[in-house]
Structures are given as C-alpha cells and as structure tokens.
C-alpha cells in the first residue's frame, strides 16, 4: 500500500508527541453557525501527520468531537444516525458493558462527564510550560472571538519529572508507553514486537484500517464508518478516561503482600504487570530488571509467551499479557490482531516519590486514551474481556490486578515455580487501585473533514 | 457416531410447529411467548432436569433461499429447533426431561404437530426421536465430563484457591491440619446446583457487546 495522506491527518493519530505537558480543553459549541466558524478559524492550527524532520514545534493542537458535539454543529441527520451506536451513546452509557460500576460507575464521575455537557475536547502539548500557556491562550481567545464554544473544563497533564527531567513513569512508579502497534503505511520508527506475529515468527505492520477509517482492515473490510465516506476517512474514534491512581492503597498492598511473598517486592510489582518498573520485561528477565533490555528499542518489546505457557516468568493474568496477548492463545497470535489499540496519555497530580507520605484523595493519575477504527471491536472488548473478565486467559471471573473493578473481591495469582526465588503466589481482596473519574467517545476528523463541518458541506446524500 | 464426541451427546430436534389459521394468537407465537418467559441460571427447566451442559430452544419461521438460480423456496411449515449439549444416552435424558419438567415441555410442544404429550413416556420418547436430526458436527466446551462432574470440579477449584489464598505463610503443621480438614469438608459438601456457578453478569451475551 501506497503512503498515507499525512497532511490530511490530524499528528496525534499517527505519533505520540512526545511532548511533556499538556491541557485538555473541554468545549460546549454555542451555536451551530458560530461553532463552525470557530473550527475553520482552528482548522490551520490544527497539527497534522507530517513529519517534523528534526524540528520539533513548541507546541501542538488537536480536535475531535462527541456525538452531541457533531449533533450540535448540525451535521446532517442521515450522516448522524450513520455513525456506529456505541458512538452515538457514548461512554457513560456504556458503563455497564465495559464493567465501570462500583466505585467506577457514572455516579461518582466529574460533573462535566456526568451529563452530557462536553461537545468537544482539543487536546494541546508543549515542549515546556510557557509554550503551553501561549497555545492556550491563543487558542482561548480564538473561542472567545468567535463566540463558537465555551470551555467548560480543563485538564492539565504532565510526564512525571524526576531529578529534574522528564520520564515516562506513572503514579505507581512504572515506566509506561512501550509499544503502540505498528500500522501500515504510517511512517514512524517500528521496532520488533510492535504490529502483528507472522508464522515465521517476524513482525509485521498490522493494516491500517485497525487505525483509520476508509482503509481495509485484518478482516480485509473498511471499518463501520459514517457516511459520506470523505467525512469518515483519515479519521479515527478517541476514547478519552480520566483514571485516578490511589497510589497510597497500591503501595500500603505491594508491602502487605510483599512480607508474604517469597520473591521479594519489586519482583511481585513486576508481577502485576508483566515488567519490572524500570520497564524491563519479564519475559525476557524474569529475575531482575536489564536496562540494557529496556534502553534497547530491538528488544524491550520483542517477546512472546509461547514458551511460557504456565506463566513462570510472567503470570498469565499480568497487566500486558492480559491486554496485548501476542502468542498466548495460540494460531500465531492471529486471535488478537483485530484487538489492538494504540495508546495516548499522560499522567497528571503530583508526583510523590517513594518513602514520602502519599494521600489517595489528591488528584493524581493518568489521562488515558484510545485511537481505534472500531471502539466496540476494539477498546470495548479489551476493556470488557481482557481487563475486567478472564476467561479467554483460562483465568475464570478474574480482572486485571491493577485496572479491574474489585470493590474489595478478587484474586490476582502469580503462577511462579518450585524455585523459593520465584514461589507461587495468590493475592486477594483486591481494592481498587485505580478509579475512573469520568470521559467520553470522541470522533478525530481528518482535516478535510474538518473543513467540510466548518463550511457545512457534510452532504450524505 | 454422529450425534456424539466422547460422552457429551449433541441433540438436534425440529418439531413442526401446528399451523393453524383459526388459532389466536397463532402456535408460533404462543411458542414464543412462553420462551420469552422461561427462567435463567437455577431456576431454567435445563436446570431442574439433569444433564444438560447447554440448550436452546428457538422457533424458526422460514428458510427463504435467496442464491441463483433465481428461485423462491420455503419451508414446509414453521418449526421448533431444540439443540442440547447432554450427558449419556439419549434415551436416559429424554426421560430425566420427561419426569422432571412434564409441565414445561407440554406448555412448549402441545404446538407441535403430533406431540403426544410428556405423561406417556415410551411415545413421548419415540416422538422427540422420529423428530431428531443428526448433528454431526458440533462444538461442547465441557471436557468430555459429565454436568456433574464439571460443577463438582468448579466448586473443587474454587475452594481450593480460596484455601490457598487464606493459607499463605501459615506453617507447614498447621497447614497440614487445616487442609486435612478443608479436603474432609470438600468431600460432604452436596454438589452445586446446576446453573449456579456462574458469575452474575448484567451482560446476556458472551463476547458480543453491541
């Protein structure tokens, strides 16, 4: 297949910046004819797909709408009811499907996700927080002067800075943002370990429409996608969840369960995931973490779990085995290729540094979100069977240890050996470590599809 | 044998369904209602009786062919599917239906045509037979175990892990008495009920989630 068309799509669909701070805007359009103005005046400050050749910009913007959002800029209804229903529901009413009840339910979300308040959400990274505040500003006063939307809410997020750099670890003190899967046709640096398992073992790109919108998918079928197609195409849908950590219960449990455990703690933290918090994996260093491993992009996500069927090395229900199986269950890892999502995030709150006292009721966690073509196919189901159910793991009702909905139940089990350096091990009464705080489905347009809502040539007909 | 995969049995039964024009509302639909009611997990009739893994009852109002040569064809008449994933031989479990939920098959089949009625046991026999289809080719996610088996063996794992999850660190004497006692206690518990066991899930369907 021929290159993608990067200036028609939007840069955060086909990179991970990179960038370490960021704020969120949350938009409520006032009126349609303003709306749209509002977005043609954006449309040129939207960052797209090309390639930055060594020059980074200070700052960069992105859009993508709810389906309230599309509704109240007056989108044709045909081209409406032609979006896929988990879409035009929305998040909040997919609660119940994706298993965010308890303390994860709709209920205890923040006010703006709890009605249906958030039309749109512009995402804004900045390589410090000056340039940040300048896009900011720029960009509120663009809203102001249009009298298109009203920010109705903001999130601000940061990669964790420690020594004074910024790092890729998160709250619980895991190095995070390996691996987002490879696409074809999408230029960035691939490394082995990131698309799909071939039979001889390599690795491949996986076909573009997994990401994309108007191009084929594994199922060799374009996505389900609204119509007309140019308003669909070079597009994705955004899952955007806000997770709070409590990162105070986490490690109050880790130490509990460490006294017990007879491999030592930062081996069980590895455990839960799949790889040491450096980052190293498992399946490649069972017994201590190898920067040497995780500094080396030709291997810190080459694996499979094919020779570790009774999860020895890394237990069968840990986080990364849990949501991108590769070999687990068998056929070559060919099961899981219409499953893969390409991950977005960055955690927000203070970071508290081991040792130091830590509260849960402070906001901390990580913005989490999801570019796929198909949000029920995809995001749903790794949420609904891999993270909050495990029977496709041969793990019966068991959840994810760190993402799953608990409430005080479950059971987290470390298969280990016969070795005393790495025992078997069950932990239970699981709290939640982690809570979701609310957010939504989001469609990101191409920019061509973004002029076409801007100057109301949305036509299905 | 094609109705068979070790000791799990696949029955397939089409019943043709009463047509009748001056019946209100029709046979099918009285079918249907009735279907739309039956009860889940414990209380399902396939719980009550024993040896089923899994069933399905469903009413199939035609089959229209639609490839070419262009051509219109139809079913003779509408029909009651019943598929059963069961124990043992087929005549022990039409009988354990037979005896253990008469009033459910009757409120079903008396809108089959010929039915005769579960009370006569040696006819109602030879009836879900002459309406039996071969299977021959069907998919049982159970072990080749028995229904007994299987729940025997959930409860079995259950316990065990919880055992294990409240025994860790525990010293090797006391373990061994606490165990000795959970295996004598294992052993006297009745086992669970079928349709039991499973988690209580919002969700009706498995991996679809539309």
Redesign the interface.
Known sequence: MSKLNETDIQGFVLRGYNLPVARYLFLRFEGAARARKLIGRLLSEITTGQRWDGVKPQSTVNIAFTHRGLERLELPDATLLSFPVEFQQGMRHRAEILGDCGVNSPDHWEEIWREDRVDAWIGINGVTGESLEARCAATLSLINETGGATAISSQDAAAVVINGKPTTSEHFGYTDGFGNPDYLGIERSTQPGQGKLMPNRTWAPLATGELLLGYADEAGELPVAPIPHLLASNGTFMVYRKLHQNVATFRAYLDKQSLLYGGGKEKLAAKFIGRWRDGTPLELSPDHPDQAIVQNSNRNTDFTYGADAEGNRCPIGAHIRRVHPRDAFGFNGQLINRRRITRRGLPYGRFVPEGEPVDDTEERGIIFMVLNASLSRQFEFVQQQWVQYGNDARLGNDKDMLLGSHGGTGRFVVQGEARPSNPPFVCSNLPDFVELRGGDYFFLPSITALGMIAMGLVDPR | MPNKNGSVYGLTILSPIIEDKSATPSHDLQIRNYLAHLSTREESPFAQAPGTHLARLVVMDDVIYVGAPACEDHLKSKYLIFESNCDGDLDSYLSGLAENIPDHLDAVWKHCVGYPGAVNRPAFINYMKACQLDTTFFFAAVNDKTVTETLRALQT?NAV?DF???H??VDAVTLQREFIEFVAHLKAMPPPKPGSMG?HR??KTG?R??
């Open positions: 794992q892990a294990i999850a409240t860790q660190g988690p919002d969700i991996g989630n539309e």
